[in-house]
């Protein structure tokens, strides 16, 4: 209960900030640039929609995982907005899941609504639906989870360090998590200590790259559903790890 | 039953950019404060006020020490249900309206949905907040608006015991006067009341004891009354009539003269002797007046005994 309220007010906060609407507004003049783009190219029209709407959605939507979620908790402790909340009957990690599910339903509202540009863009241009659109939609669907995991090591990070060292941190958790399959690779081929980093670096690093099916998408491959079980198993398993970490680091913590 | 017990609370900061000096704010501090009282913590700036009420709410951790709030723990939901608490430059989500705020903290306190308007409306009134203002955003609140937001998150959910930071600081005389008469209602209506502060009289007028700290250190604790009688009155003698003054001056005290009036503060133990002097000398007395020692006076006087020895 008490978590819902926090996510609520986590969701309204979000909602009232201009920055989230700029950065949507960016995600949507993407989308018509690829449509436009497409336009000029012949043959492989939906394949560049797709490839790059998807692009942008998840671009955007990370892009806000990251720039909210390094404030989460940490713009809370500095302006000293928890004194009001944790000294009420909320316990600490209540706190932390009721931020985490804010800025996740936000950012649910934002995909759903980037989403909805894309298809619209496809239907603009094939003036149908068709059976490889469901796929797109599971890509969508990916992206999502994309930034449900980028979400979850944003807060962790932003739960001991500053918003800056976060950010950065986070950023560089993305990008290495979007090479990741070279990263398994690397572990099985490389030897010595190279191999135990490699190995541990493929483990601890979220697998993102598994969660980027735009490029099989948007040649009209299909995604079968035992993908989309892992997948969101994974998703679920290494954002709840993230989350209890972040709790248990807040439990212990001082509020300045 | 004590609403507030503290057992050698104690706190360091660690301080400097390796955090490798450390600081202690608070000294090991042993505090009572019974069910029903006007409790003020007293003391300049920088005494440590704040750090106390900070390890009181669990905000902070102890060095050492522990605390009991209404015989339980902090740490217990369950206890905190029972508190409001006021911090220090009270700071809120700037992009809620008051109204939202309030309503938004009294789902967090487990006020029951079906009160919740109501209770909302009815502490907004109480502390004063205008009708047009409660449906602004509070970015544009002033400063001593967001302390009346501030007092009235910290008693929206009816608590037992209520912590109050520098509730007077940001207002204006009236705004003060209000929030004095609202915790003496608090009073009233059987909570308690634990409020910081540094302007003493804000204190005299209202609390039951108080505690005065400096400087991390607990200096006294008492009634008020005890405490500013404990200093001894002073008498304030006013007499007509130049011929005794030169006798009283000799005595080491301090005239001040107005044409033919003369008048003088004298400690009680030198009134007889200074009266006889007055007769001796045909002065004509016009008034015997008690001077009240003031908390003031006390506080200034137990800064004075135990400055010298610190750090
Ligand atoms: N977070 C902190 N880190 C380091 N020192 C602190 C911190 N908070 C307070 N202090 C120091 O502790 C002392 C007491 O501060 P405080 O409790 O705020 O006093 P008061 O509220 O009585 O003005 C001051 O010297 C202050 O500088
Ligand atoms: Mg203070």
């Known amino acids: 209960m008490r978590i819902g309220y926090i996510a ?32 000029i190219t012949i043959g492989v029209e939906r394949e560049l929609l797709v490839n790059l709407g998807l692009a942008a959605i998840a671009f955007f939507g990370v892009l806000i995982a990251i720039f909210i979620g390094i404030g989460l908790v940490s713009k809370e402790i500095d302006k000293r907005t928890v004194y009001t909340v944790l000294t009420r009957p909320v316990q600490r990690w209540q706190f932390i899941l009721g931020k985490y599910f804010g800025l996740v339903g936000t950012l649910a509202v934002n995909t759903f609504f980037m989403g909805c540009g894309l298809f619209l863009a496809l239907l603009y241009m094939t003036h149908k639906f068709e059976r490889a659109d469901i796929y797109v939609l599971i890509a969508i669907f990916f992206v999502f989870l994309q930034m ?6 944003t807060m962790l990070f932003s739960s001991f360090s500053t918003p800056i060292e976060s950010a950065v941190m986070a950023f560089c958790f993305f990008v290495i998590g979007s090479f990741s399959t070279d990263l398994h690779s690397l572990s099985a081929s490389a030897k010595g200590i190279v191999k135990v980093f490699a190995t541990i670096a493929a483990y601890v690093v979220p697998n993102i790259s598994a969660l980027n099916v735009s490029t099989a998408v948007a040649h009209g491959e299909a995604v079968a559903g035992a993908t989309v079980a892992l ?22 913590r001082n509020m300045k | 039953m004590n609403a507030i017990a503290t057992f050698a609370l104690e706190k360091f900061y660690l301080t400097g950019f390796w955090r490798k000096h450390p600081k202690q704010a608070l000294k090991p501090l042993t505090l009572e404060v019974p069910e029903g009282e006007i409790f003020g913590y007293l003391g300049p700036n920088g005494a440590g006020k704040t750090t106390t009420l900070r390890l009181l709410m669990g905000l ?25 608490f006021l911090p220090e430059q009270p700071y ?24 919740r308007q109501r209770r909302v409306a009815s502490t907004l009134d109480r502390v004063g907040l205008a009708k047009d203002a409660v449906h602004t955003q509070l970015r544009k609140f002033s400063k001593g608006m967001l302390q009346r937001v501030g007092i009235a998150q910290a008693i929206l959910h009816q608590p037992k015991l209520v912590f109050l930071d520098e509730p007077m600081s940001g207002l204006d005389p009236i705004g003060r006067r209000e929030v004095r008469d609202l915790i003496a209602s608090l009073k009233d209506e059987g909570k308690t009341v634990f409020f910081s502060t540094h302007i003493l009289s804000d204190a005299e007028a209202l609390c039951d004891r108080v505690a005065i700290v400096a400087n991390g250190e607990l200096r006294g604790v008492g009634a008020v009354a005890e405490m500013t009688s404990s200093l001894g009155g002073n008498m304030e003698v006013v007499w007509e009539g130049e011929g005794a003054n030169e006798a009283i001056k000799a005595l080491g005290r301090e005239l001040r003269v107005a044409g033919a ?21 045909n002065a ?8 009240r020692a003031t908390l003031e006076d006390y506080f200034l006087q137990k800064l004075a005994q135990t400055s010298g020895g610190a750090d």
């Open chain 1, 8 to 39: 609520a007010n986590t969701f309204r906060e979000a909602v009232r900030d201009r920055v989230l609407y700029n950065l949507i507004v960016f995600a949507f003049l993407m989308i018509g640039a690829s449509l436009v783009l497409g336009q």
């Open chain 1, 148 to 153: 449900v995991i980028v979400t979850s090591f």
């Open chain 1, 231 to 252: 997948n969101l198993g994974y998703a679920l398993l290494y954002s709840g790890a993230m989350v209890a970490a972040a709790a248990l680091i807040f439990q212990r």
């Open chain 2, 60 to 84: 902070v951790k102890p060095t050492a020490g522990s605390s009991k709030i209404l015989n339980g723990t902090i740490e217990d939901p369950a206890i905190r249900a029972q508190i409001g």
């Open chain 2, 92 to 115: 809120f989500y700037d992009y809620l309206t008051a109204v939202e705020l309030l309503t938004y903290y009294a789902q967090l306190s487990g006020v029951p949905a079906g009160e």
């Open chain 2, 261 to 281: 009036i003369t008048r003088s503060v004298v400690p009680e133990s030198m009134l007889n002797q200074v009266l006889d002097i007055l007769r001796a000398k």
């Open chain 2, 284 to 291: 004509r007395i016009i008034s015997v007046t008690p001077v």
